[in-house]
T-cell receptor, first 115, second 111 residues
Framework: KAGVTQTPRYLIKTRGQQVTLSCSPI?????VSWYQQTPGQGLQFLFE???????NKGNFPGRFSGRQFSNSRSEMNVSTLELGDSALYLC??????????????FGEGSRLTVL | QKEVEQDPGPLSVPEGAIVSLNCTYS??????FMWYRQYSRKGPELLMY????GNKEDGRFTAQVDKSSKYISLFIRDSQPSDSATYLC???????????FGAGTRLFVKA
């Protein structure tokens, strides 16, 4: 069974640009969560999607957005990049049916560097 | 104040030592408590999953939850160099649909 796939793995952007990251969840998983990981702040919750609907959102500015497609694949977008957006962006999938998301299965992340 | 507090370390111990990792939290709605392990350049993977209070043991690993104190722990017995990784506590509530993580504790086990 294939794991969670994130693309691209590494990318470098400059301030003011925008970026789109992609996540393909494990087959059969309908919930996709996104996290930002930095050395100082650890893993911070961005948002969670289930069946194309955003069910929960973290405390990030509106520059961070996401969506989920009918095949459960998800994308997140960051517009007007700032230096502080440099981080590892992790996607996690889970069955997510009803109650708590349960076990999260993570991809290896997309490492974004903003110059 | 963060919802989940975890000392980032690093924590360095000799091989064979007992390791104690801890987190505190403020949201009494949390019901599910987890520990994830993250190796360098990899995504986190689930190590232990506990519902409500109590202990859970799995091989060399024991997870403890004390909801009255809002305190959770992970103990690693007979630690091995292969246990060197970042350990993240995580928790979620019923119907919350989001899992909140601690900052992670970096552990080094020296051979």
């Amino acid at each position: 069974k294939a794991g969670v796939t994130q693309t691209p793995r590494y990318l470098i952007k400059t301030r003011g640009q925008q970026v789109t990251l992609s996540c393909s969840p494990i087959s059969g998983h309908r919930s996709v969560s996104w996290y930002q990981q930095t050395p100082g702040q650890g893993l911070q919750f961005l948002f969670e999607y289930f069946s194309e609907t955003q069910r929960n959102k973290g405390n990030f500015p509106g520059r961070f957005s996401g969506r989920q497609f009918s095949n459960s694949r998800s994308e997140m977008n960051v517009s007007t990049l700032e230096l502080g957006d440099s981080a590892l962006y992790l996607c996690a999938s889970s069955l997510g049916s009803g109650g708590p998301t349960g076990e999260l299965f993570f991809g290896e992340g997309s490492r974004l560097t903003v110059l | 104040q963060k919802e989940v507090e975890q000392d980032p370390g690093p924590l360095s111990v000799p091989e064979g030592a007992i390791v104690s990792l801890n987190c505190t939290y403020s949201n009494s709605a949390f019901q599910y408590f987890m520990w994830y392990r993250q190796y360098s350049r990899k995504g986190p993977e689930l190590l232990m999953y506990t519902y409500s209070s109590g202990n859970k043991e799995d091989g060399r690993f024991t997870a403890q939850v004390d909801k009255s104190s809002k305190y959770i722990s992970l103990f690693i017995r007979d630690s091995q160099p292969s246990d060197s990784a970042t350990y993240l506590c995580a928790m979620s509530g019923t119907g919350g649909f989001k899992t909140i993580f601690g900052a992670g504790t970096r552990l080094f086990v020296k051979a």
